[in-house]
């Protein structure tokens, strides 16, 4: 069994080729129309990964903070995971959605479960490794390069936590928010900020640990 899910480890390291693969079949097949081409961009780059994902935590959803690496739990998130690393490999394929105010977090909200909150502002180089893991309130800015990460691997456990912000915060820019962190209400950080894991911050301070 162990084997098994070994495998099908390596076969998810594949979803971006695939993704990748199917984009350039889409236009080989429907090069000369241009129109249906762009829907079909459109589906398997927009669509089909948070699909899966959304699919995936349907059936089994991961609830817990703490999963044993290479669990079942842990091949679950390995799968959601692998349907997002062609966003980091190809970060224009989100700057392109942040160009129109409001898209970019509807995507988000509504195709990957995000909680994300109105008048949200995504500077160019944000980073999202987990987007289901997102708990985002109102008036929330994001300064340029901010890393969001709900995933960490410590001490031989997968840590998977929503990154929880609250109401009227400006992170500042190339911060670097890990699984658990919590920025209240109110507050501008400093940059470069570095979040421990369920960590939480309040007038731009670190006040504890959360248990």
């Known amino acids: ?6 495998i099908l480890m390596l076969l998810f ?3 971006p080729f695939f993704l990748l693969c199917s984009v350039l079949t889409a236009i080989w097949k429907f090069h000369d129309n241009f129109l249906l081409l762009f829907r079909v961009i459109i589906v398997i780059i927009y669509v089909i990964p948070p699909l899966i994902t959304r699919i995936a935590l349907l059936i089994h959803p991961l609830n817990k903070t703490e999963y044993e690496l290479f669990s079942k739990e842990y091949y679950i998130w390995w799968l959601t995971f692998c349907t997002q690393i062609i966003y980091l490999r190809l970060p224009f ?7 129109i105010p409001g898209l970019y977090s509807m995507w988000l909200r509504v195709f990957w479960g995000a909680k994300i909150g109105g008048f949200t502002y995504w500077a160019p180089g944000t980073r999202i490794l987990d987007r289901s893991f997102l708990n985002i309130g109102n008036n ?4 340029a390069d901010v890393r969001l990460n709900p995933h ?6 997968l840590i998977l936590a929503p990154v929880t912000i609250e109401d ?15 920025l209240k209400a109110n507050q501008t950080t400093k940059p470069f900020l570095k979040s421990a894991p369920f960590t939480i911050w309040d007038n731009g301070v670190k006040v504890k640990n959360a248990d």
Request: aromatic fraction near 12%.
């Open 13 to 15: 390291n594949y979803i």
């Open 168 to 182: 009227n915060v400006l992170v500042g820019a190339y911060s670097l928010l890990i699984s658990g962190t919590v």
């Open 140 to 143: 929330v800015i994001f300064s």
């Open 152 to 157: 960490a691997q410590l001490n031989g456990k």
């Open 1 to 6: 069994m162990k084997i098994f899910y070994r």
């Open 93 to 99: 394929l989100e700057e392109i959605l942040r160009i």
